[in-house]
């Protein structure tokens, strides 16, 4: 398999995780549910900016709009595309170049690395897994806080 190296994606309902790269030709992976990975070369940062402005809001405005509604200051939960459902959270600050971007909607389970406290395994709905540099605790708060932002954004669904 050859690896496709983008100029730009565009984040949809299938990503699932935008991974930073440590490449010279490319600086995201991006994972989709469907098994499709590409390589991009913009960082997972400006890739969410990207999506933020094609839902409709920049990414300032929805992490402002997030610690409005939520109160959550730091490594906050982002409405990429809350029409769609497509919620991201970051696995640290969002400046930081070890910064993943997890989507919500694609996490089956969480599960604790059995000897390094300080890794996670993320096990997607695609029975995909990702091996992180990030306590446990820390990925099931910023689960806790995504789950949270989206009851704060979704609107309540009438039925007829």
């Known amino acids: ?3 496709i190296i983008l100029n730009q994606y ?15 030709d490319y600086q995201t992976t991006v994972w989709e549910n469907n098994g499709q990975r590409f390589h991009v070369k913009k960082t997972p940062l400006q ?12 990414f300032d405005g929805r992490r ?6 939520t109160g959550i200051t730091s490594k906050a939960p982002i409405p990429v595309i809350p029409q769609e459902q497509v919620y991201a959270f970051p696995t640290h600050s969002p400046k930081l170049h070890e910064c993943h971007w997890l989507f919500y909607h694609h996490i089956k389970a969480i599960r604790r690395h059995p000897e390094i406290t300080t890794h996670t395994y993320i096990i997607f709905k ?3 897994e990702l091996l992180l540099q990030v306590s446990y605790h820390t990925i099931e708060r910023q689960l806790q806080r995504t789950s949270y932002c989206i009851t ?8 007829n």
């Open 126 to 128: 695609d029975e995909k």
């Open 10 to 24: 565009v984040i949809n309902k299938a990503t699932s995780a935008l991974l930073p790269a440590y490449h010279t």
């Open 47 to 58: 890739l969410m900016k990207a999506a933020c402005l094609e839902g409709g809001a920049d």
């Open 64 to 69: 402002a709009a997030v610690t409005h509604k």
């Open 1 to 3: 398999m050859t690896d």
């Open 152 to 159: 704060r954004f979704t609107p309540y669904l009438t039925h």
